[in-house]
């Protein structure tokens, strides 16, 4: 696609339920990045795939926090029994990481909310 | 590991005064250093990143940013704001000599007329 795709656009969930986001990265970027993006606390780094190699999961905050990358393109990251303070906007970015300090372009986020 | 630390949530200027928005970082290696732009109910997007071969980097918007090493330092400036350059700012480096982005926690600027 043209650009990094995520869906859904928002989220609205009960507290305790399993959530799915995905992520449509754009066509020949190696790496995924999933941020979290909450007031006042900035972009925080949750996970980040490259290439073949192992992620990086040193940011996901609990281990009801999962994320998978299929074939190197879509990627999807799972909350388990959601909590008040995942609410938040996800992100999800890609970069060609050819070489380093390439661009990464950024979704448009999904929305959730946990209630 | 590295980080960056910028200073001032939020900053308000005047149309056509000078912007400044201040990026600290921290790196054990030379670092790689980025500044996204967030405008209201959109994505980010990357405004200018430091490549090493220039300290003094050029961005789109009339922006630029200036590596000071002995500073450690990245600070954005613009000599003239614009009603539209009101967004949140991101200031990021990425981490070990990888393409991992860390981001600082964002400064919201306002531009009043």
């Known amino acids: 696609g043209a650009g990094v795709s995520q869906s859904p656009s928002n989220k609205v969930t009960e507290k305790g339920k399993d959530v799915e986001l995905r992520c449509d990265p754009i066509?020949?970027?190696?790496?995924l990045y999933w941020y979290r993006q909450s007031l006042g606390q900035g972009l925080e780094f949750l996970i980040y795939?490259?290439?073949?190699?192992?992620?990086?999961k040193s940011g996901l905050p609990s281990d009801r926090f999962s994320a998978e990358r299929t074939g190197g393109s879509v990627s999807t990251l799972t909350i388990q029994r959601t909590q008040q303070e995942d609410s938040a906007v996800y992100l999800c970015?890609?970069?060609?990481?050819?070489?380093?300090?390439?661009?990464?372009?950024f979704g448009q986020g999904t929305r959730l909310t946990v209630v | 590991a590295q980080s960056v630390t910028q200073l001032g949530s939020h900053v308000s200027v005047s149309e056509g005064a000078l912007v400044l928005l201040r990026c600290n970082y921290s790196?054990?290696?030379?670092?790689?250093l980025f500044w996204y732009v967030q405008y209201p109910n959109q994505g980010l997007q990357l405004l200018l990143k430091?490549?090493?071969?220039?300290?003094l980097v050029k961005g789109i918007n009339g922006f630029e940013a200036e590596f000071k090493k002995s500073e450690t330092s990245f600070h954005l400036t613009k000599p003239s704001a614009h009603m539209s350059d009101a967004a949140e700012y991101f200031c990021?480096?990425?981490?070990?000599?990888?393409?991992?982005?860390?981001f600082g926690t964002g400064t919201r600027l306002q531009v009043f007329p």
């Open positions: 795939f490259q290439g073949n190699s192992a992620p990086d």
């Open positions: 430091y490549t090493s071969a220039a300290t």
């Open positions: 990021a480096v990425s981490a070990d000599n990888t393409d991992k982005l860390i």
């Open positions: 790196s054990s290696v030379p670092p790689y």
């Open positions: 970015a890609s970069s060609l990481a050819a070489v380093l300090n390439t661009e990464a372009f």
């Open positions: 066509s020949g970027h190696t790496a």
